[in-house]
């Protein structure tokens, strides 16, 4: 199966408002313009220097989405060009990328990572601390960022329930914070093993690595 092939397929089983995001991680640049010349523009990485590199490489109306945990110590590497951050999961982050949009004059969009995973592992907010952050002055304050919607990641398990129902709570949390915040507007869950799952439950973002691109090699 070709790149192109895989996304068509995927793009095929995808409602219109779903988006796309292509995750590269780890594969070469060849791979993303095999992509890109399928028509995608949009792609996600893990990792910020990779990010930074590839973005310096590639066609510039590409969308880089940091989908990874991220370092405090390395938001600036990404602050001039990221389109959005979905693992945004502390107040000390949030005022991080703040500052470096600030000094690029831009602002920056970030997704709340809501923690719904049973597991510990999984990196996240507690719905309680996403909504005193939404309602303190201290977020009030950042004017260099923008809040626009949630990301969770389900447990990895083969348990179609448990999965369920860690989609339908994440659906459930942004409901809750759009009442507190109304710009949110994007649902960011479902990966290659559950997106169809994740866009019954709610979800209009998917984040698809495998599925397009092959297992990946670390
Ligand atoms: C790697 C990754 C994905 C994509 O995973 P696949 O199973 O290859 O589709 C999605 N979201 C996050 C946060 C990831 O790190």
Redo the contacts with the bound molecule.
């Keep these: 199966m070709s790149i192109k092939q895989n996304l068509l397929d995927i793009k095929t089983q995808t409602p219109e408002h779903v988006t796309l ?1 292509a ?1 590269s ?1 780890t594969k070469p640049n060849s791979d993303i313009m095999e992509a890109y010349d399928a028509g995608q523009r949009v792609f ?1 990485e ?1 990792k910020i220097q990779e990010m930074a590199d590839k973005f310096e490489a590639l066609p510039k109306d590409i969308s880089w989405h940091m ?2 945990h991220v370092q405090r110590n390395k938001v600036k590497y990404m602050a001039s060009f990221v389109n959005l951050i ?2 945004m999961d502390s107040f000390k982050l949030l005022k991080e990328i703040n500052k470096q949009a600030k000094k690029e004059t831009r602002v920056i969009d970030c997704l709340l990572q809501i923690k719904i995973a049973e597991e510990d592992a999984k990196f996240g907010m507690a719905k309680v601390d996403a909504i005193n952050m939404l309602q303190s002055d201290a977020f009030k304050e950042l004017q260099n960022v923008r809040i626009t919607g949630v ?1 969770g ?1 389900a447990t990895f398990t083969d348990d179609q329930k448990q999965v369920t129902a860690e989609f339908n709570r994440l659906k459930t949390i942004f409901d809750e914070l759009k009442t507190l915040h109304s710009n949110l507007e994007i649902i960011s869950m479902g ?3 559950d ?1 169809e799952l994740a866009i019954n439950c709610g979800s209009n973002m998917i ?7 092959g ?2 090699n670390y």
């Design positions: 995001v995750v991680k996600g893990n989908i990874g979905h693992g990301m990641m990966m290659s093993g997106y984040r698809v690595g495998s599925s397009i691109f297992e990946r």
